[in-house]
């Protein structure tokens, strides 16, 4: 059974804290991405890697930067923590391939407070 | 760049009635994939169904069906006979050969009523 996994459901942080999100995933896929979920706004891409120590910016990284040194886990970091970063976050991998599916974590709600 | 627009935020279905969401996507990439996620109230998303821009034939799986118009740009999800199992936020994406990165819309939540 292929396995996306955060390491947190649910978080709460406060502003300023630098923050830690965690993915892995046992299926061995080149490609990791973090998204950001917003009511209305659907999911939008903060970063993806395609190999290890690769990385490359979405369509809105300001605020995160991210972290890629085993194949196997992607970690997306909040360097100062603000309330706007309140957000649902999604962790997805996925081989190699135009046309492959891609496996989501379970999600993280972070809460900024 | 690639979009994907879902024009309907909300819909609902009775119980056994066929639904159709839309979704409409632009790229200039001939090369690309659509697909279909489903993200039900567990969060965790799943591939509903996928379809390769070079076949004409609709992709299906099941109750689920594509109307794929590849000149409009078109990318429709039609659910026959829905289960309550079925209300979910179905997202649309669309990859390309440009890059790997998976483009989403903005979701449409189905609620199917009993």
């Known amino acids: 059974d292929v396995k996306v996994t955060q390491s947190s459901r649910y978080l709460v942080k406060r502003t300023g804290e630098k923050v830690f999100l965690e993915c892995v995933q046992d299926m061995d896929h080149e490609n990791m991405f973090w998204y950001r979920q917003d009511p209305g706004l659907g999911l939008r891409l903060i970063y993806f890697?395609?190999?290890?120590?690769?990385?490359e910016k979405g369509d809105i990284p300001e605020g995160y930067s991210v972290s890629r040194e085993k194949k196997e886990r992607f970690s997306l970091i909040l360097e100062s923590a603000s309330t706007n970063q309140t957000s649902m976050y999604l962790c997805?991998?996925?081989?190699?391939?135009?046309?492959?599916?891609?496996?989501f974590g379970q999600g993280t709600r972070l809460t900024v407070v | 760049a690639q979009t994907v627009t879902q024009s309907q935020p909300e819909m609902s279905v009775q119980e056994a009635e066929t639904v159709t969401l839309s979704c409409t996507y632009d790229?200039?990439?001939?090369?690309?994939?659509l697909f279909w996620y489903k993200q039900p109230p567990s969060r965790q998303m799943i591939l509903v169904i996928r379809?390769?821009?070079?076949?004409?034939q609709n992709a299906t799986e099941n109750r689920f069906s594509v109307n794929f118009q590849k000149a409009a740009k078109s990318f429709s999800l039609k659910i026959s006979d829905s289960q309550l199992g079925d209300t979910a936020m179905y997202f649309c994406?669309?990859?390309?050969?440009?890059?790997?990165?998976?483009?989403f819309g903005t979701g449409t939540r189905l609620k199917v009523l009993a």
């Open positions: 997805a991998s996925t081989p190699v391939g135009l046309n492959t599916e891609a496996f």
């Open positions: 890697s395609y190999d290890v120590k690769m990385k």
């Open positions: 379809q390769e821009a070079y076949k004409q």
């Open positions: 994406a669309v990859t390309t050969s440009g890059t790997y990165k998976y483009i």
């Open positions: 790229t200039s990439e001939n090369n690309y994939y």
